[in-house]
């Protein structure tokens, strides 16, 4: 007697949707992990350079100086010449986690820092950078940074800083650059602007009179954030840092950028 024949049964495809759906959902978690991985290799070196390379007034050596005056904080720059060739300044922002090296952007590749760290690697986080049009020891400085939120680097603390609130947190900003005296700024304003809106990218081309006019009678009465600064003792002599980041894509749009202006104490 011949074996009862096994009923045919027809392949059902469905079946196979969510093996498909487990295997993409492991291929995106890989080049996830593979495009972020170097960014949060850079956080950690970032790290070891900010406990590396600052010399505190708290480190005065271990002794106190007879006239009581503290050592003001400065950088080890023979150290950070080694370690990052590439910086030409550091900049330490108080009410923030804003304690990093600044590149200089060329003006021949102006967005390199844009996608590539501060030793010149590809990386989502990029690096601080200075205007190409500005020098470290300038009257006028442009310091650009990603707002990074899945590693909170960068000007992460700085994207909702054109809101009074958190603008009210902001301290004071430091800018170090090597073979000169540590320049302390003070916050004063700060604004959201379109990307594309050209001023702020004209600064660096004005004379000083006309950057002082600009910030009066243009940047400050569109502030949307100001301190108690007396801003009638801005002068064409009085040196100005912006620093300049993302607003945060989810709420305000991909083309929306915090500008926030200091001021240098004197």
Sequence with gaps: MLPPVTPYKRFNP?????IAIA??????????????APDFIAQASYKGLTSDLHISSNNNQGSSSSSGSEQEDSINWQAANEKIPAASAWLTVDGTSVDLPVAQASQDNPDFYLSHDIWGNYSQSGALFLDEFCTPQ????????????YANSMFHDLGDKADQAAFNDLGEARWYVEGYKTAHFVPVAA?????????????????DKDRSDWVKNVFLPQATARSNYDVSTISPNTRIL???????????????????????KL
Excluded at 14 to 18: G, N, T
Excluded at 138 to 149: C, D, E, F, P, W
Excluded at 191 to 207: F, G, I, K, Q
């Design 23 to 36: 295997i993409s959902s492991l291929v995106a978690v890989a080049i996830g992990a593979w495009i972020i």
């Design 14 to 18: 469905v079946k196979l949707i969510p």
């Design 242 to 264: 912006f620093l300049v980041t993302c607003s945060g894509y989810a709420r305000y749009g991909q083309d929306a950028r915090t500008v926030i202006m200091y001021v240098e």
């Design 191 to 207: 604004t959201r602007v379109n990307a594309y809106e050209s001023d702020l990218r004209n600064v660096p081309h004005m004379n």
């Design 138 to 149: 300038g009257s006028s400085l442009i310091v650009y940074g990603h707002k990074m939120n």
